[in-house]
């Protein structure tokens, strides 16, 4: 072992630099003759030299020098390389050699212009700013420190989930504060005089008086429990505040120059938040995405990845590192046993196949089944909940009223929890590979858990839309059971929104703790040790949050203030959740990869938007808006607001829009984006091709250079055992 | 005060360039700083004090790792630690650091025999680490060597060349989130 080369960085590769090249004996070197070869060739060196930046290192001098041979060629073009001086950290050096090289490159600054030298300055001053910025910034992230202890206690799986919630309670505030921004803010500064402004009612001309009424009846006295109600449905005292879309009935609010359009910018609001959270979840999602397509193009799961980044670096605990050790052997195991089962179905006979398949039919009419009888109950509970929820409050005992009032709640809530066990029984005889089957029974429940709200707002909408048995020819909706039918729909919102908190909150304080109870104080009973205590199962948790987020999405546009009881909401369960978890729950051997878990997590939820998004057009497009109340009674629809804003712009722009937006317009638009489409496919497809010979040409490289290495060390051990 | 080190305050011009040559904040440098201070043997100046591989071994943070025998002698000199080899182990594992050095040293933590090649050998030490049981059958040891070589072997040498890793690693999704250390000790 030559001295100097003990501590050297660049080890593997100095060491064989430093001893001489031509004693090549066989007792001086511990690896084989083909590897001494391989790190002696050009290609080896020079990646090495990328590496470290050292390029044959002067052991006397101690100074860094340029290889002799190309020294010149590359002064010029080396001095402004190594000036990036930022880039100074990322040298896999040590510090000493570090601080030589920034010493090197300082002196050689002087060689440069005036200009160039200014330049250089300015922008490491830059780069050191932005640095001090981001570092201000990374102290300001919500709940850091309770996140990072989470991922050194559970693992990067559990720690994404919170890292998700994290980001909700975001999206949340700032859709709070566009809708303030833009809806709340006029109304409030002209409510307390601050500006100089008044309210601006224009009454519709020929308008069914009729329409107009809305009754809400306010009591004398105000029960306790009556009060109770109000607070848990939204009814009563709450129904006029600006909790609600009633409440909203004014026309413009005029400023000093001119009038501030509330029906626009109630529109515009709703517009902005369901774009801000799409754009914000596909930027969110569009580093998983790649990955995921790169990855699904070479191989399903990718050894390489479990293997090199398989270990989490930042586990402190011992208790956590025997739990990653096993989750480690649980996970190869299961790969394994993957790609055998995977084999054994391509082997299946034809026979065997054509028996799983019709096996596998017949099981999906059953889970359509399931689907369509628990989407009947919503239906029934939603039409019962209506039909009684006007009786008199005094003539009905609390308990009663209140499950009225809730019955789709519960109704869903039930559904959501039976489903599930159902789909886990039926998916085991459909003889699926086990990781397709998770990802199956997860999607099966995602499209349960998030269609059960769309069931809810459609059944709504059917019944607000139907006079009895004819459509309605009066106000274009019912205007007897909903005279504010917007206000009511938010209602039904808030109530969902409030039990499934409600729900949240009893899980973990009825359900959690007493079982953790149990299994500490009861260490005789082995049924209870049995069942043990809960592992912190990441798709239910995943799917309950982004169910309340669509509710969130869905009910914005009739309940301004939803998004801000959803913060407040998620900020509870951040830590409801946290305190579940560090004190009831035990760590699971089958662990989520946080990489999946990310992509799957604004997977799901951009599904939701997308069903979020369906029942908001639909009522702002289709359903008449009422007359009684809320900003847009001067218009048959929502929707009106931007055509009538429209026919006010100058009639050049007038023309521009309505060029843009007629089919002349959108079917060149569209064949001409199917066209680039098919160009991108095209060259994919041709870079594919390309790198597939790539790789054949370099393995076949490979095995000439093999095949040299072997005729050299031959021939040089033939030459050796000459006798001299 | 026994067996501690002086406590000499780090300068503020020996922070900055720490800080200008390390990807480590501030406050990190002071923390290990720190540390460091609690750990070094005798009345010496911190510059020039030196750990042994055992006790950086038993930090905390390095305490459970399955590698830390080879992160230990891919950062140390001469077999001992210095204060300035400490602060360069973290900059490479903060949270800061760019993928390019964490995927040069990670090549050298993962190359066992230390020839310049993970290979066949080197990769069935990393998955019997990994593992850290004694009952590993032959097969799963060939099957995962099997697969990993053949996912990111790309000239068919049996061997991964540093260039081969690289690659492989820009595309692994965790790798960046794995290859991170930030307890040192605060």
Redesign the interface.
Known sequence: MSEGS??D?G???SR?RATHPENMSLGSSC?SPS?NF??ELPS?RS??RR??NIVSRDKQSGTLLKPTDSYSSQLDGGITENLDSQS???Y?L???E??RL?DIQETQMKYLSEWDQWKRYSSKSWKRFLEKAR?MTAHLELWRKDI?SIE?KFG?GIQSYFSFLRFLVVLNLVIFLIIFMLVLLPILLTKYKITNSTFVFVPFKDMDIECTVYPISSPGLIYFYSFIIDLLSGTGFLEKTSLFYGHYTIDGVKFQNFTYDLPLAYLISTIAYLALSLLWIVKRSVE?FK?NL??SE??FQ????K????????????S??ELK?SS??YE??AD?EEERIRQKIAERTSEETIRIYSLRLFLNCIVLAVLAACFYAIYLATTFSQEHMKKEINKMVFGENLLILYLPSIVITLANFITPIIFAKIIHYEDYSPGFEIRLTILRCVFMRLATICVLVFTLGSKITSCGDNPCELCGYNQKLYPCWETQVGQEMYKLMIFDFIIILAVTLFVDFPRKLLVTYCASSKLIQCWGQQEFAIPDNVLGIVYGQTICWIGAFFSPLLPAIATLKFIITFYVKELSLLHTCRPSPKQF???NSNFFFLLVLLIGLCLAIIPLTISMSRIPSSKACGPFTNFNTTWEVIPQTVSTFPSSLQTLIHGVTSEAFAVPFFMIICLVMFYFIALAGAHKRVVVQL?EQ??L???DK?YLIQKLTEAQRDVRSQPA | MGQQCLRYQMQWEDLD??Q????L?RNEILCIHKTFLKLCPSQKHYKEATLTMDQVSSL??L?????RDRICRVF????VFSF??V??MA?V?SEQ??P??KI???F?I??F?????IDEED?QK??LR????DDVSED?LM??TH??LS??D????NML???E?EH??A?????M???????WGC
């Open positions: 003990a501590g960085p080890r593997g590769s064989q690896f590897v391989l790190q080896y990646v090495a590496r470290t100074i950290r990322k896999a040590n510090i000493s570090k601080r920034r570092e990072r050194g990067t998983g990955i790169i990855r070479e191989h990718s050894y390489c990845n293997i090199f980044a398989g270990w989490d670096f930042c586990i402190t605990n011992r956590m590192a050790h480690l052997r190869l195991r394994l990869r946080a990489s790789r370099l393995s490289e490979s095995r093999r | 360039e720490y200008a040559l390390t990807f904040t905390p943070a305490r459970v790792n399955p590698f140390s000199h001469n077999g300035e080899d602060l360069g900059s594992f650091a760019c390019s050095l040069e040293y990670a050298r993962y190359d025999n230390e020839n310049g090649f990769l990393i998955v990994l593992l850290k049981s799963l099957d995962v697969h990993v996912e990111s790309l000239d068919n040498d060349s540093f260039s890793f492989a690693m595309k692994s999704p965790d790798f989130n794995s290859f991170r250390i930030h307890f």
